[in-house]
């Protein structure tokens, strides 16, 4: 079964025929998330608050959070089996990223970052209900969710290119109308990219994957969470501008 994220199906692929007598389950998966949440959100506030302390941004911080989470991320990837470990350093490294892109914004927009934890909580949520109601919808959206996804990795490779030459796309990054609907857009396939994700894990638990993959499946989840904050910051971010303007 193919995925949106690339995390996950990477992982998956590394185990593909292995045969474990202790093999995952969804409860186990659901709790390596909650506590892989709980270590992300612990590292955020230690972080934010060090930040409020300095009063200051350090964009030290940020350069080093997202080394390691880059690093981090690339040998969960590889070697699923030691999941448990990095996973766990991940979230750590992810939580003073976030810390510092909050903080970041939060200068500017104050309030907003709690706003988008707020958001992403409640569309969180309302994703799981609606998988857990309707488990065939991930079937019937996963084409779909793929390609938009490829392709809106594929713009932010363009984009990062365009960069590097001082060329911006015009329109789609503002906020005007454009710009906040092309954020919704981008927010609305990070969202279905979670029910995606809770059916292609829902299947490697049938095929008796190996017990470590709840953590390697937790670490999946905890990305499109992830995204899926980002991206209400950003559409945040556009709303409170335009209306300042």
């Known amino acids: 079964m193919e995925n949106a994220n690339p995390a996950l199906r990477k992982g998956f692929e590394e185990v593909k025929g292995y045969k474990s ?4 389950t969804l409860g186990g998966t659901v709790i390596k998330t909650i506590l892989l949440l709980i270590v992300v959100l612990c590292s955020t506030l230690v972080s934010y608050l060090k930040l409020e302390q300095i009063g200051f941004f350090n964009s030290s911080y940020l350069i080093v959070a997202a080394i390691g989470t880059i690093i981090l991320g690339f040998v969960t990837s590889f070697l699923p089996k030691i999941a ?19 903080f970041f914004i939060n200068q500017y927009y104050q309030g907003i970052a709690m706003n988008a934890i707020i958001v992403t909580i ?31 990795g594929l713009l932010y490779i363009f984009t990062f290119l365009l960069g590097l030459f001082n060329i911006n796309i015009p329109y789609i990054y503002g906020n005007g109308i454009i710009g906040i609907g092309f954020s ?25 994957a190996p017990k470590y993959m709840e953590w390697y499946s937790a670490f999946g989840i905890m990305i499109t969470l992830i995204w899926i904050y980002i991206r209400v910051l950003d559409l945040l971010t556009k709303l409170v501008s335009r209306d300042n303007n």
């Open 84 to 102: 448990p470990i990095t996973s766990v350093f991940y979230a750590a490294f992810e939580g003073v990223l976030l810390a510092n892109l909050s």
């Open 122 to 152: 409640i569309i969180s949520f309302s994703m799981i209900l609606v998988y857990m109601f309707n488990p065939s919808i991930g079937h019937r959206i996963r084409k779909a969710v793929i390609g938009m996804t490829l392709a809106i």
């Open 184 to 208: 919704i857009f981008i927010l609305i396939v990070a969202s279905l990219n979670l029910i995606v994700d809770l059916d292609f894990i829902s299947e490697e638990i049938q095929y008796g």
């Open 21 to 24: 007598e202790n093999t995952m």
